[in-house]
């Protein structure tokens, strides 16, 4: 029994409001997460919860490296979008 958790540990997990996991426990919630109704408290199976997030993750996953690989692109997008923007600019004067 020590896999279950609460819903505000789940939040803790995910770095996610409480009021977001509830969402995500309706029925018909587009991306329901995985859990147990113990009378009104809800509980979630930590491996139940990881499988899920893995299911969710967009990306590539690298070890290590991801988050410096992401800036990168963030930078590099932000270069293009600034010079579409100031090659739009000159051609409109």
């Known amino acids: 029994m020590n896999d279950l958790l609460t819903v505000g540990e789940v939040a803790s997990l995910l770095r996610v409001p409480a009021s977001w996991i509830y969402a995500r426990t309706t029925d018909g919630s587009v991306e329901e997460i995985p859990h147990l109704k113990l009378g009104r408290h809800l509980r979630f ?41 100031k090659s739009a600019a000159n051609g409109a004067c």
């Open 45 to 85: 199976r930590r491996g139940e919860v990881l499988a899920w997030i893995e299911r969710h993750h967009r990306g590539p996953i690298t070890a290590g490296s991801e988050p410096e690989e992401a800036n990168r692109r963030s930078q590099r997008d932000e270069s293009l979008h600034l010079a579409g923007t």
